[in-house]
């Protein structure tokens, strides 16, 4: 009897033992599928979220600026043949004479022309030989009106009998564009996210932070078209400064 008293208690031990083991196994199952519920849900959100700061829009921004010159030069490059170097020397001589005759009369002072270089050749033709004396000066000035009306009046020195080579062009020049380009910069991003505003309007979104950005390369051109150098041709002192960036920007 009282073994089978023992061997009840023991078997009603055991149950219980087992029924609270398979609750704390279904306990620990839940709990296991509520994380991965959880991490599910928080992974799933990540990748949202990772996707949403993917999204993104390039465009380019435009900065222009007319500005004018303030420096010119002139190479003025002349020259005389002859049959002998004796008889060529005396005429580039006397073209010099005349060219700085021609800068004092604008009011240049005598130092803003300077010669920078002369050359002496000779060749045979059916055997007569021929020198050649060409020579260089060049004009220098800030003074760009009156380096206006030396151009405007270049062909006098043609009249005076100057023979004015390929390459005797005015050159003007816009030195201080370092002075400008901060300014010049800012207003193309600025132009740059007028566009991404747009685009972003247009889709459904908003603009966020700039992603990356790419400053392009400034052009200085002639304001009014294109110019060339050379003879008779000069450059112009009015020229346009442009320079195009491209920003990436986030959308919201």
């Known amino acids: 009897m009282g073994d089978d008293v023992g061997e009840i208690h023991e078997a009603s031990w055991l149950g219980k033992l087992t029924a609270n083991q398979g609750k704390a196994w279904l306990a620990g199952t839940a709990l296991l599928a509520t994380g991965l519920v959880a991490g599910g849900y928080l992974m799933g959100d990540g990748l949202v979220r ?11 921004g435009l900065a222009e600026r007319d500005v004018t010159a303030d420096l010119a030069t002139w190479t003025i490059a002349y020259s005389a043949k002859a049959g002998d170097l004796q008889s060529a020397q005396p005429k580039v001589d006397g073209d010099t004479k005349a060219i700085r005759s021609f800068f004092n009369g604008l009011g240049f002072d005598a130092d803003a022309l300077q010669p920078t270089g002369a050359n002496v050749s000779q060749y045979n033709e059916n055997g007569i030989p021929t020198y050649t004396v060409k020579q260089r000066l ?15 009046r270049q062909f006098d020195l043609v009249k005076s009998g100057v023979e004015l080579e390929e390459g005797s062009g005015m050159s003007y020049t816009f030195t201080k564009l370092n002075a400008i380009k901060p300014e010049m910069i800012a207003q193309a991003t600025k132009d740059a996210r007028k566009s991404a505003e747009q685009f972003a309007k247009d889709s459904g979104t908003g603009v966020g932070s700039i992603k990356s950005a790419t400053q392009g390369y400034f052009e200085v051109t002639a304001r009014d078209g294109d110019s060339a150098g050379g003879w008779g041709v000069s450059d112009s002192p009015y020229k346009k400064v442009r320079v195009v960036t491209t920003v990436e920007y986030y959308l919201d």
């Open 50 to 60: 990772m996707k949403q700061s993917d999204r993104a829009v390039t465009v380019r």
């Open 138 to 152: 060049s004009l220098r000035t800030t003074d760009i009106k009156r380096a206006e009306a030396a151009v405007k």
